[in-house]
């Protein structure tokens, strides 16, 4: 079974996927943009968001990722009080690691996190909401929004793993802003 290692920027926190990715998708949604762009302004933190709007994430099942170093060192982000999605970010070099939709069963981490072992992009998803005066290339799917190729390998991967959904840990909040 394929092995994927995910890691902040100065390598202090790990995270190890096991068995193939859903999906590897560039994500052009406005909270991952607002988010994106909050994140980016912590001290040292890492770009996030590309120029053309796009986020690149890896999602996996998360009963096949887990913390393998530095989970102490894992804080959480959210747009609002209220939104079940939170950013999981290495307090010890302020890296965006994840996205957690607290009610899925999917995590999606950051592609730059794995480096040059990151899957190749497969689709770009919500691009409806890229910037203004963004044109995308052709060279994978461009969906404006989440696509029924999209919404079946979550419904698959989801039955899989018998209809379960693993809660991670809750960790101290941040707020870049």
Request: glycine share 10%.
């Amino acid at each position: 079974m394929a092995e994927w290692i995910a890691r902040c920027n100065c390598g202090a926190v790990e995270l190890l996927a096991t068995g193939k990715p859903i999906v590897s998708a560039a994500c052009y949604c406005s909270d991952c943009q607002n988010a994106g762009r909050d994140l980016e302004q912590l001290p040292g933190a890492p770009k996030l968001v590309g120029g053309d709007g796009g986020t690149p994430m890896v999602l996996f099942r998360k009963d096949r990722i887990g913390v393998v170093g530095g989970e102490t060192l894992l804080r959480e982000y959210r747009l609002n009080a209220s939104t079940p999605t939170r950013r999981l970010v290495a307090s010890c070099c302020n890296t965006p690691i994840a996205v957690d939709f607290t009610r899925g069963f999917w995590l999606a981490v950051y592609a730059e996190r794995f480096g040059a072992s990151a899957p190749p992009l497969e689709m770009r998803t919500m691009v409806k909401q890229r910037p203004a005066g963004v044109t995308l290339p052709s060279d994978v799917p461009n969906y404006e929004s989440f696509s029924g190729k999209f919404m079946f390998r979550l419904a698959s991967s989801w039955a899989r793993m018998g209809f379960g959904s693993p809660a991670l840990p809750s960790y101290p909040s941040i707020d870049p802003r």
